[in-house]
């Protein structure tokens, strides 16, 4: 039996380290820079092209390398963090593994060009997946500067997986964001051809705000607190100032980002009952603890980290976030002037009466009524009717298809509609749990979700008016809502500008990160329209290809996309009431479209109850 085992060579080993290591070009990124950090640097400096296909190019003021160092650096498990095992529980840089460079060059083609401080000839080197071109003298400035070009150039399979560039280049900007906020003591310049972003040394706050701007380190509470366990210094929102969407949840420990659900939940824990549950803080804070009681190496991109006192930091956090609220009067005072509410929410067929500092001197107990053949309760019951009917009668000709209007069929959860029968009035539907409406069909009683309803019927409006055989129906703002962005999300905002104004919205960019959206589509109902291009924006950031399965992988796929998005954020939504003129216009429109009964996505829409089951209900 011949023997089957083979040693894989370098440049195919090298490939599978970077599938691991290097899974988009805010990986390289990533890489090149904690390299710098690492090498000393004070400056660094960034240039991307194409959103990191054509392009990534780092350059630090640090150390160098000698002409030897440097080809040496390419070498897998090459590096000069550590000597031995015992040193991996003592780290101060974010590279040790020597992984990061010979993942990099076998995927494309690298040049460096470096020198080490204080001397006075480089060295020009260049590989070309994982194979050494040249190497050469070269006159450049001391430190390093890395240029990696056509980023999986020799492997077209996983070139194919990278998104659109406004994906990719918003990728990039939150990895930037990142290690700028680690290393506010750096200074870092970033080109991506669009934008060019400045931010010199400063102090932690300060980084926040030239980061994010728009204020936000006047939003912040800080947070300082010291035991023999750990140091946790930093900033939390104020609950006022929670985000629904995209909140900024920064977590560092000894200088190195790392993602930890059960620090998270703690932070979050400490809101409860102050902010809305749909809403979630934001958080900035670093941890500084011994690194002999940390384990970094659990995950190729090393930002999951293992803590030996995880248990007790817990309650330390815990304890700092809730004294940085209470210390600073952050919780929102209750306010005992307002009127009190119920408090559960009324339910169907509940009547609710407006508050009232007066009673109704003309009601008389003891009075009886010449309806009533002499029954006290009968009046009682006649007069309620009386007054209801003149409250009543405040609303006519204002809410057409309130509860209570003319041209309106009402169905009580509890009680049979007998009198529409008894007025000869067949109703064709009715609304079940304000989710669903059921109308009979001619195979039997069809059941419909009004929010998927009413999605599909936007959505194919949208496709069709933005597709070329109309023109979308604007409507006007009057007072311009501010739209306040990152740098990530205003490049992933540029790169669906078109579909999103194809949509009917109106937007206009004021400066960095502020826009105002002057208009809105027609059809977009009560939503807030920023809310809806903030959700929009988080989809595109999303790995998936795209939520319409039928649609093409193409520029219409992402307007699919945007209008499905907007078409969920505008329909009913579940438990909103719905009259009998709406519900039979909003079925009169889904059996309208050429496939009624599944979503965009596949869901399905409309279900039926055959005759023979409901026959069998009833044993009939």
Not at 308 to 336: C, N, Q, W, Y
Not at 439 to 446: A, Y
Request: hydrophobic share 40%; net charge negative; proline share 6%.
């Amino acid at each position: 039996m011949s023997d089957v085992i083979k040693l894989l060579p370098d440049s195919v080993a090298n490939q599978i380290a970077a599938g691991e290591v290097i899974a988009r070009p805010a990986s390289v990124l990533k890489e090149l820079v904690e390299n710098a950090v690492d090498a000393g640097a004070t400056e660094i400096q960034i240039v991307i092209k194409d959103a990191g296909r054509t392009l990534i190019q780092v350059l630090d003021n640090g150390k160098g390398m000698s002409s030897t160092d440097a080809r040496l650096a390419f070498e897998r498990h090459a590096t000069s963090k550590i000597r031995e095992a015992s040193d991996l529980f003592a780290l101060h840089t974010m590279g040790f593994r020597g992984e990061a460079l010979p993942s990099i060059c076998a995927i494309a083609q690298v040049e460096l060009r470096t020198m080490p401080q204080g001397g006075c000839m480089g060295t020009r080197l260049v590989i070309n997946g994982s194979k050494v071109e040249s190497q050469q003298p070269d006159v450049c400035t001391p430190g390093c500067n890395f240029m990696v070009k056509n980023l999986f150039y020799n492997t077209p399979g996983r070139r194919r997986f990278l998104k659109s560039d406004s994906v990719e280049l918003g990728a990039l900007m939150r990895e930037f964001e990142r290690l700028a906020l680690v290393n506010n003591h750096i200074r870092f310049t970033l080109d991506t051809g669009h934008r060019k972003i400045d931010l010199r040394p400063a102090g932690f706050k300060q980084r926040i705000g030239d980061l994010w701007k728009n204020n936000l380190n006047m939003q912040l509470l800080p947070i300082e607190i010291e035991t023999s366990l750990v140091k946790i210094s930093g900033f939390v929102s104020r609950p006022e100032f929670a985000r629904r969407r995209n909140p900024l949840q920064y977590l560092i420990v000894n200088g190195r980002n790392m993602r930890h659900p059960c620090f998270h939940k703690a932070i979050v824990s400490c809101y409860d009952g102050i902010i809305a549950q749909d809403t979630q803080p934001c958080y900035f804070l670093k941890f500084e603890v011994d690194p002999q009681t940390i384990d970094v190496n659990i995950h190729p991109t090393k930002n999951e980290i293992k803590f030996e006192h995880e248990l007790e930091m817990r309650p330390i956090l815990t304890a700092a976030v809730r004294a940085a609220i209470g210390k600073f009067a952050a919780a929102p005072s209750i306010d005992f002037t307002q009127d009190i509410m119920p408090l559960s929410p009324a339910r169907e067929g509940d009547v609710v009466h407006a508050p009232s500092s007066g009673v109704d001197t003309s009601y008389n107990p003891f009075a009886v009524s010449p309806l009533s053949g002499g029954s006290r309760s009968s009046g009682r019951q006649a007069s309620h009717r009386h007054n209801t009917s003149d409250w009543e009668s405040l609303y006519t000709g204002f809410m057409s298809d309130a509860p209570g209007s003319e041209n309106e069929t009402v169905f009580p959860v509890e009680e049979p509609s007998l009198p529409l029968e008894s007025e000869g009035i067949a109703p064709l539907c009715i609304q079940c749990a304000r989710k669903y409406i059921i109308t009979p069909g001619v195979d039997g009683l069809m059941v419909i979700d009004q929010h998927r309803a009413h999605v599909k019927i936007l959505y194919e409006r949208y496709m069709r008016e933005s597709g070329g055989n109309g023109v979308p129906a604007v409507q006007r703002v009057i007072f311009a809502d501010p739209l306040m962005l990152d740098t990530g999300q205003e490049a992933l905002l540029e790169g669906v500008i078109e579909q999103v104004n194809r949509l009917g919205f109106a937007l206009s960019r004021e400066s960095d990160g502020v826009w105002r959206i002057t208009g809105v589509p027609a059809t977009l109902g009560r939503e807030n329209a920023r809310d809806v291009l903030l959700k929009i924006i988080d989809s595109v950031a999303d790995d998936s290809v795209s939520y319409v399965k039928t649609a093409p992988v193409d520029a219409n796929a992402m307007l699919s996309r945007v209008a499905l998005l907007t078409a969920r954020a505008s329909a009913i939504q579940r438990g909103q009431y719905l009259s009998a003129v709406e519900m039979e216009h909003l079925i009169g429109e889904l059996f309208a479209l050429p496939e009624p009964n599944f979503t965009p996505t596949g869901n399905p829409v409309v279900r039926t109850l055959p005759v023979g089951q409901l026959a069998s209900l009833f044993n009939s």
